[in-house]
């Protein structure tokens, strides 16, 4: 959609609409205020400063259609976000916008009240008024475009689970014939549709640890249920023997996740916190080689949650560029470049497709430790820039 | 300060039915946990004085070089992971602002945040009060390769520092493309400070080593007694001092004749980290630690003098004819008349981390820093004779290394750590 503002628009009359002073310091306007100084500006460019006590615009109202906004800080040592909110949604932000810094977004806005968010300041809200008649341009409908990701998000949960009960079976199958080579090779191939959707797994309470936990959870490896207990017997024991109880369990783990998962509505906040949580379990446990400890393709799950964080945050990208394209810009690049690190260790010959864990220096898990982290900070503010959407 | 002023608008807190009272308490110097922000006062009104613990942060020089040496250190070396400069400019930048709201005691951002993001400020040191921080930042050589494309913005007393007779330097605990110097009074003030940069600059800069000091071992004020470092001596005696505006603007400010102007006011930070063999040097006897120093351990004393503070004679002689102060030992070496007069100024911390894995011996010793003027003329050729030379040789070994450009202070909110530069 185009964000340039018409110049058609811009003709219109100003004084047509009640307009409000840009330094009022109390939200709770009046619709009479008028304007002590003649509008002088583009009514298509709101010139915001960023100041200490309150952000101020340049102009007391602005005209409905395209509006870019031109946001500077000029001293505010505490502030660095800019946001224009409809009630509580946030419609348009900049971040990163430390004293001396400026940048700009656009929005298409219809007549209406609205507020300048500045967080931290003395003043943080400030009325922000659009007069004029309501724009031919569609508004952003920023909400649409979150729940589509939404079930976007569901039918991917849905597919993965799919694929986990699937590859469990020849797991099973394999642990019961006793073809340790077929085994593992099931196991490498099951795993990561697990791995890609652990946190929703993790909010039906008891299912997560009876399918992944480990040693490090408390338990003696042999008292184990789950994936580990049969990479222990599988690698470290060299053994399928015990293991036919355990991989049936397993089956049945699996498929009692698939009823609970089946028919979930997410909320846009829940992915959000679903995309961190993944990389933080990169973080916790794959990237320090704790996760496979005994077969040692920490690699493969470290992939996997790294697909897992990708895919929500993919769905939630096309509504959260509207609300910030840098921020959607920063967190994709940053993926991307995580995405191609990883690559640098794929392996063809390994039956997980990425080198053990075991192959890796210590200047590789830094680096991936450092790109995790790259792409988790950012990720951490969406959830609070979609939640009331 | 105790009620906030009503809100204006909707909460946005109250929206997202978290209930935060509207009275918070807060700490002396406005700090306090959970303060509505609404009720104090903005950073660009004029306050009260500054309270005794606040180091003002704009300024000429930049604070933490000719700064009274506060108790503890929290250093840290960052190196760029990218090459988009905007980004570095905008790390620089939020480091400029939250450094400026950390040196007054205050939080980096609002404490009242959305609950469903990660909070502004890291919170360790909230309550805590400034605690006389400063933070000093500076630019590594390497900052200067073709990455950013800065190359002709590096200054030549910038010149990598040349392998020294002795070194035996970690890459890990060395060099860096950026560095950050906090001090305080507080210890978790100064961390607080590396913390909160480094997640600021997550993405675009990473740490590539960190060095936390527990004690100060230099005085850099006339109204500071000199501390003792792990070996037991006061070292650093005649250290230039705060007072000494000529001999500061002599020997550590940059002046006009640097070949970049936007180092001009700035200053050069060498930082080593220098092991000692603690285990060897306690069992060494006292009148050779002495000899050593060629200073008395009880009084700091020279050993050609009753007190700390009397002139070092450095010709003086013993019935025998021997020299008094022996020719390598430490005082001789390192003072001013062994090198044309050059000074630098000292400002070291005791650091300690634990024990080292494989012998079991402590590692502990001095985080040894000095500011100067030009490093070429300054630390270069003094550590090149103590290297070669130094009696106390035999009990320390040089572990890590690190050169900065550190640029000129602060003008005011706006300005941010080598603006300039990019300019």
Known sequence: ?389 | MTEATPRSGPSRRRFLGVALGAAGVAAAGGAGFGVARATEPSATEPTAPAPSDQVPFYGEHQAGIATPAQDRLAFAAFDITTTDVHAVQTVLGSWAAAAARMTAGEAIGPTETAPQAPPADTGEAFGLGPAQLTITVGFGPSFFDDRLGLARKRPAALADLPTFPGDALDPDRSHGDLCVQACANDPQVAFHVIRNFARIGRGTVAMRWSQLGFGRTSSTSTSQETPRNLMGFKDGTNNLKAEDTAELNQFVWVGNETDQPWMKGGSYLVARRVRMLIESWDADHLADQETIFGRRKDTGAPLTGRSEFDVVDLSAQAPDGSLVIETDAHIRLAAPSSHGGQRILRRGYSYTDGTDPQTGQLDAGLFFIAFQKDPRAQFVPIQRMLGQHDLLNEYIKHVGSALFAVPPGLSEAGDWFGKSLFG
């Open chain 1, 1 to 389: 959609m185009s964000l340039r503002r018409s110049r058609l628009m811009s003709t219109l009359s100003l004084g047509a609409a009640a307009a409000v002073l840009a330094g009022c310091s109390s939200g709770a306007s009046t619709s009479d205020e008028r304007p002590t100084s003649s509008p002088a500006g583009d009514p298509h460019t709101a010139t915001v400063t960023i100041t200490s006590n309150k952000c101020v615009a340049d102009r007391a109202s602005y005209e409905a259609g395209g509006i870019t906004f031109k946001v500077s800080n000029k001293d505010a040592t505490g502030i660095t976000e800019f946001e224009l909110l409809d009630g509580e949604r946030i419609l348009g932000e900049k971040e990163n916008l430390p004293p001396g810094f400026a940048g700009s977004f656009s929005l298409n806005l219809n007549p209406g009240r609205y507020e300048m968010y500045c967080p931290g300041a003395t003043t943080p809200r400030v009325p922000f008024t659009v007069t004029g008649t309501a724009t031919s341009v569609p508004v952003t409908d920023t909400k649409a475009l979150l729940n589509q990701g939404t079930a976007s998000y569901g039918a991917y949960i849905e597919a993965q689970i799919w694929f986990l009960v699937t590859n469990v079976q020849p797991l099973v199958a394999a642990v019961k014939s006793g073809d340790l080579a077929a085994a593992k090779a099931a196991y490498a191939k099951a795993r990561p549709y697990y791995e890609r959707i652990e946190p929703v797994a993790e909010s039906f309470q008891d299912l997560d640890p009876a399918i992944d936990a480990r040693a490090d959870d408390g338990l003696a490896p042999t008292k184990l249920t789950g994936f580990h207990r049969i990479e222990y017997g599988l690698w470290s024991v060299g053994s399928g023997a015990g293991l036919a109880p355990v991989a049936d369990k397993l089956a049945s783990d699996v498929g009692k996740l698939q009823k609970l998962a089946t028919g979930l509505h997410y909320q846009p906040a829940e992915l959000a916190n679903g995309a961190v949580g993944l990389l933080d379990e990169v973080s916790k446990s794959k990237v320090t080689g704790e996760e496979e400890r005994y077969s040692h393709i920490d690699l493969l799950d470290f992939q996997a949650n790294v697909e897992g964080s990708e895919q929500a945050f993919a769905n939630l990208e096309p509504g959260l560029a509207k609300i910030d394209s840098t921020l959607t810009d920063t967190i994709s690049t940053r993926f991307a470049a995580l995405d191609s690190l990883l690559d640098k260790y794929r392996d063809k010959t390994q039956p997980s497709g990425f080198v053990l864990y075991t192959a890796l220096s210590r200047a590789d898990v830094t680096a991936l430790a450092r790109s995790v982290q790259a792409v988790a900070e950012p990720l951490s503010r969406v959830a609070s820039k979609v939640v009331n959407v």
